[in-house]
Every structure is written in structure tokens, then in C-alpha cells.
């Protein structure tokens, strides 16, 4: 299996980073104290792509191969549940729900910014280098050194 590093010389992948107020695919979620939002500009040769992802207090900043492996669990997400979205909506998730509605109502609205994002990323990447990607996401064990 080939790894994310050699994904990023394959694409001549590089990344600017900074830190934003909000993101923009979670929405109106309640804030989580100490959550850290980001803008990651992805580069290519003749490409930009802006993407946003959030970490949790604690974390240290992101490389461009964690953005990458990030991307990767959306895109596996998004290409797992395809369709199931368009399918569930208007209906309760599952039957004797807690009366959650808004939560779970935030949540599609996550998944299908996620979703959209995801379709950018296919179209900055291109098909080969985005199906592999999405693959790792369904396979690849990611483990960060103390």
C-alpha cells in the first residue's frame, strides 16, 4: 500500500494553513470549548483547493498528510452512505428516537457539507489519485508518534 507521502511527490501536493473563526461544513453546531478551526489551501500544479476541518483542544497542527488522511475518512463516509441521505430525509432515523430532531438535522447537514467537499477534493485530485485516497480511508490504520 502505497502511503500518503508518496501521494502528496505523485500530485506535487502542498498546503497553507491558518486558522479560522468558524467552519463552514459544521454550520451552527454548538461550539465544543476548545475546538481549533481550519482553512487548509491544498496546491497542485495549477490548482487551489480550499478545504475545512476542525480538531479537537490538544492536537498538534495538522501536516498536509493528517489534512490528507482526514479527507480520506470523508470521502470513504461519503462513498459508504451514498444516497442513504436523500433517502432518510423528512423521516426519524430510527424508530423510538429521544426526540433529538435538531441534532440529528445537524448531522446530515455536516454529512452532505463533508459530501460536498469530498467532490472537490475528487475534482482537484482527479480520479485515480481521489479513488485511492478514498480506499485509504476505508483500510488505512493512521497512527501519530508520541
Known amino acids: 500500500m502505497r502511503s500518503f507521502e508518496s501521494l502528496i511527490a505523485k500530485n506535487n501536493l502542498s498546503m497553507e494553513m491558518a486558522r479560522v473563526e468558524s467552519n463552514p461544513i459544521i454550520g451552527d453546531v454548538d461550539a465544543i470549548e476548545g475546538v481549533e478551526h481550519y ?5 497542485r500544479p495549477g490548482r487551489k483547493l480550499d478545504v475545512y476541518l476542525s480538531i479537537g483542544p490538544g492536537e498538534e497542527r495538522l501536516t498536509l498528510a493528517d489534512v490528507l488522511y482526514m479527507l480520506a475518512l470523508d470521502a470513504s463516509g461519503c462513498s459508504m452512505m451514498k444516497g442513504y441521505a436523500d433517502r432518510v430525509e423528512g423521516q ?6 429521544d426526540g433529538n430532531f435538531p441534532e440529528i438535522g445537524a448531522f446530515w447537514q ?3 457539507g463533508r ?8 475534482d482537484f485530485l482527479g480520479e485515480t489519485s481521489y479513488r485511492e485516497l478514498e480506499t485509504w480511508g476505508q483500510t488505512y490504520t493512521f497512527h501519530k508518534t508520541p
Not at 39 to 43: E, G, H, I, T
Not at 92 to 97: A, D, E, K, M, Q
Not at 115 to 122: D, F, V
Open 110 to 112: 455536516e454529512f452532505r
Open 39 to 43: 482553512q487548509c489551501r491544498l496546491y
Open 115 to 122: 459530501c460536498k467537499q469530498a467532490a472537490r477534493l475528487k
Open 92 to 97: 426519524p432515523l430510527v424508530f423510538g428516537t
